[in-house]
């Protein structure tokens, strides 16, 4: 039987799955960075306490803890999993494919995380009750555990981008894919990164501190590890946009930087500012304004740079073969795949999908509208949402809310078919099909009840089906 | 369209980067500690509300209400990081049918998501305002919470279920032809096959109690008449539990899919002899054996379930003809031997550290000081993590610059 695997879709109006995924995404990256960091600002501070003989520093490092257990380790353990589940649903192939490439690598970090959830309540529950030779090889072994999972998941998402060279393709080797081009620069974006947000976290349990000369010694000890740390990230940054393939450089110049530059920009002086102010007089910081920087930072801050991430790799979710679709766009002979859409180019998405209800596989006048709809759906809702005005590149608003049919699939079978869109997937569809979309992106631009169409139409096949 | 060939083209294009057997043991195997730590959460969580609503009855209910609380949270935690490991290997061999379900229940599996982080952190109140003493009016958030982990088992439940009907992903996807892309129901929920597993949790904490009897036996203010009452609570727990789960796992039994046949599979039968076995092990030899081994026959039977889930998946997914066997390999010896090295090496010698220090800190009244052991086992741990973070960054360099400087 002719058939490509492509799954059921689960569309979300107006925000899409992508944002879904990317609401989820920023809570997780908060939270783990927050972890891995944590995790070294502890061993710094415990060995620190030990070499000077400052056991009040353990009481910060325990209420810490305990902020970090509660913060990081119960949001970050789920969000973990969460980014997960709703890769599943939103990219069951792009997820599919990682996992089938990187499974052994995604174990391993199992075995790291596992160690590191044990790691931390015996670091917070044992601070004081054992001796603190032991508890310091403790917080370091938990410290480079933590780093341990950021070491092997940076891999698998800079690989989600692209391998950076020919090699993957005709090897399918895991080294060549989990080993990419970017892989250090991302690295050290996100090792720079958890220090800043460590940081953040650490200055708010700080403010909280109601010993002068301890919140003093904690903050001024924190404060140069975040600025150090952010310096570093912004540096691996300008390495990291230099490692990047031609769509993501297009994307960046054409879309995203023009919406996220200044952002960016305003962030890195606020958080240095801060982190400056709270190093020179660290008995001003107040509980609101680290409060509030953290949240200003963590969303203002990761935010951009999750959808800046997730949109440079369009047209592809994973390695620059699968589109962001779920279609297979190319050839990988190391893993004997093959492109799908010359195939599906052939014969059609009606025709290969398994899940077109039978009724809908060959298009009448009373299901084209519907069939527009459907296909619309399964070739564009990853990236564009389809109600005018809705926040993701919504469909409409890209074609600027072209009322005229033709005009609409000239667009359909000229540059997105020839996959001249350096950021949009080659979709090459049968000319009905097309047609099919056209007509139904139409109908919306024009401001029709489209939903009251189809369910119209609908009845009047079934009269007509019962008629004959 | 034959859902059965879709099934087939649904798998990833990839192949697997080794024999699907080895994916097929590793998440059974996973699979066990994952439902243990559930049941022990579950367990503890409605201990710890028992207890609760009793504190004035019995003092030892109040201690043990507060050490059930602790146990649940840490619980929680471990179920979850030991959840990925057979979510991970699931998805490796029976991703079609994994997939297919979270999509056609997508608003759920993201709402599992949510719920469970609220569960926590109502559980996390809960725990932190009852610290030394249990505190009036707090209850409502540990019952909230209790029953978001049981609405988050139920649409685990429903995931995994759903998963090996793909006879009707059609049918809930396009009900009379009609799309709903939504993802906004649960299709398919097996009641007494949730029950069954859910019922489980009774038995298993009675295990755990008998078991924490005796970890703290050792310990001169943990009084003997307190760890009588934990362990005669853990018996009762024990033999009423495994009864019940019996019940449940007859009714579950004769609820199978007639067209498998499961209901006459051995290994049906002997969970349910083993169940019944522990009713009996329970109530006759929990007080001459000791307290760590009922928890071994508990395990055992965890094992057999694990097995059994998976004996189900292949009996309903045959008659479509999807086999994992006969997914397409292609071997990944690099990737495999980091797995195999960093769950031995850095699980055994890093995990070893932090359990053994933690059994042994956990023994000691007052200030623990490290044994030789633990001391070296210390040391060992951060010498293997440096050695594995070195040996990564060497190797990957390498690769790196022979990819794109030399090549």
């Known amino acids: ?468 | 369209m034959d859902i059965g060939s879709a099934m087939n083209a649904m798998r990833d294009v990839a192949g697997l980067p080794a024999h699907p057997i080895i994916f097929q043991i590793l998440m059974i195997f996973t699979w066990i500690f994952h439902i243990a730590f559930v049941h022990i959460a579950l367990g503890a969580a409605g201990v710890a509300i028992y207890g609760y609503h009793n504190r004035h009855k019995n003092p030892h209910w109040e201690r043990l209400s507060l050490a059930m609380i602790k146990v649940a949270k840490v619980s929680v935690s471990l179920l979850i990081v030991l959840g990925v490991a057979p979510l991970l290997f699931t998805q490796v061999i029976y991703d079609p049918q994994w997939y297919a379900s979270n999509v056609l229940s997508a608003a759920w599996a993201i709402g599992f998501i949510f719920t469970l982080i609220i569960a926590y952190c109502l559980w996390f109140i809960f725990y932190y305002f009852n610290h030394g003493v249990l505190r009036p009016n707090l209850i409502g958030y540990a019952w909230i919470a209790l029953a978001l982990f049981c609405l988050d088992g139920l649409i685990m439940h429903t995931l995994s279920y759903q998963a090996i009907l793909p006879g009707e992903w059609m049918n809930w996807y396009a009900p009379d032809g009609v799309l709903d892309m939504s993802g906004s129901k649960l299709h398919a929920i097996q009641w007494i096959r949730y029950l069954f597993i859910i019922s489980l949790s009774a038995p298993i904490i009675g295990l755990f109690l008998i078991a924490y009897a005796q970890y703290f036996a050792i310990r001169d203010d943990f009084a003997p008449e307190y760890r009588q009452f934990a362990k005669d609570l853990g018996q009762t727990l024990t033999t009423v539990g495994f009864g019940i789960a019996a019940i449940l796992f007859l009714g579950w039994q004769f609820n199978h899919s007639s067209a498998t046949n499961l209901v006459l599979h051995p290994l049906g039968w002997l969970i349910f002899i083993a169940l019944i076995g522990m009713v009996f092990a329970a109530q006759r030899f929990a007080t001459k054996l000791h307290g760590y081994l009922p928890l071994v026959g508990g395990l055992g039977v965890l094992t057999l379930l694990a097995i059994w889930r998976e004996i189900i998946r292949i009996e309903y997914l045959r008659p479509f003809g999807y086999f994992i066997t006969e997914y397409s390999v292609n071997v990944d010896l690099p990737s495999i031997m980091l797995f195999f090295a960093t769950l031995i090496g850095l699980g055994g010698t890093v995990g070893g550290f932090y359990l053994t220090l933690l059994y042994q800190a956990g023994q000691t009244q007052g200030h623990y000081t490290a044994t030789k052991l633990v001391d070296k086992l210390g040391t060992f741990a951060i010498a293997i993590l440096t050695l594995w973070i070195i040996t990564f960054f060497t190797y990957g360099i390498v690769i790196w610059l022979a990819n794109y400087f030399i090549v």
């Not at chain 1, 009481?59 to 709703?86: E, Q, R």
């Not at chain 1, 190319?330 to 859409?341: C, H, L, M, Q, S």
């Not at chain 1, 009724?359 to 296909?375: A, F, P, Q, S």
Request: contains cysteine; charged residues 15%; glycine residues 8%.
């Open chain 1, 1 to 468: 039987m002719d058939v490509v695997g492509m799954y059921p879709t689960w569309y979300v109006p107006n925000i899409g799955t992508a944002w879904v995924m990317g609401i989820i995404g920023v809570i997780h990256v908060v939270a783990s960075h927050t972890a891995v960091g944590a995790a070294f600002l502890f061993a710094f501070l415990e060995t620190k306490a030990y070499q000077e003989n400052a056991p009040q520093l353990l009481n910060f490092i325990k209420k810490y803890g305990m902020f970090l257990l509660v913060f990081s380790y119960i949001i970050g353990s789920i969000t973990g999993p969460g980014i997960w589940y709703a890769i599943s649903v939103a990219s069951p192939r792009g997820v599919g494919g990682l996992i089938h490439n990187f499974v052994w690598i995604w174990a391993a970090e199992w075995v790291f995380f596992t160690v590191e959830v044990i790691g931390v309540y015996a670091l917070i529950y044992l601070l004081g009750k054992i001796d603190a030779k032991t508890h310091l090889k403790l917080t370091w072994s938990f410290a480079l555990a933590s780093w341990g999972t950021m070491l092997l998941i940076v891999g698998i998402l800079s690989f989600m981008l692209w391998p950076g060279n020919e090699n993957w393709y005709q090897t399918g080797s895991t080294n060549d894919a989990f080993f990419n081009l970017n892989f250090f620069a991302h690295l050290g974006i996100r090792t720079g990164s958890m220090l800043v947000i460590a940081t953040l976290v650490g200055l708010m349990v700080a403010s909280t501190e109601k010993e002068l000369a301890l919140k003093a010694s904690v903050v001024k000890f924190l404060a140069p590890i975040g600025l150090g740390g952010g310096f570093f990230a912004v540096m691996m940054f300008l390495y990291y946009i230099r490692t990047i393939p031609d769509n993501s450089v297009e994307m960046l110049h054409a879309h995203l930087l023009p919406v996220y530059e200044y952002a960016m920009i305003a962030v890195f002086i606020a958080a240095t500012l801060y982190l400056s102010f709270a190093w020179w007089q660290p008995k001003y910081l107040s509980t609101p304004l680290a409060i509030g920087m953290f949240l200003f930072i963590s969303i203002f801050g990761v935010w951009p740079e999750e959808r800046i991430r997730e949109s440079m790799r369009k047209p592809y979710v994973v390695g620059q073969y699968v589109y962001s679709n779920q279609i297979i766009s190319r050839d990988v002979p190391g893993k004997n795949i093959t492109g799908e859409v010359d195939k599906i180019a052939k014969k059609g998405l009606l025709a290969l999908h398994p899940f077109i209800p039978q009724r809908l596989r060959v298009i009448t006048d009373n299901n084209r509208l519907e069939v527009g709809k459907l296909l619309a759906t399964i070739a564009c809702s990853n990236c564009h949402a389809l109600e005018p005005g809705a926040p993701l590149r919504n469909i409409p608003d890209k074609l600027h809310r072209a009322t005229d049919a033709d005009m609409i699939a000239a667009f359909l079978t000229g540059a997105l078919r020839h996959g001249a869109q350096p950021y949009m997937p080659r979709i090459d569809l049968p000319e009905a099909e097309i047609q099919a979309i056209a007509h139904y992106l139409a109908a919306v631009n024009q401001g029709q009840n489209v939903k009251r169409l189809i369910v119209e139409q609908r009845a009047a096949a079934i009269k007509m089906q019962v008629a004959n």
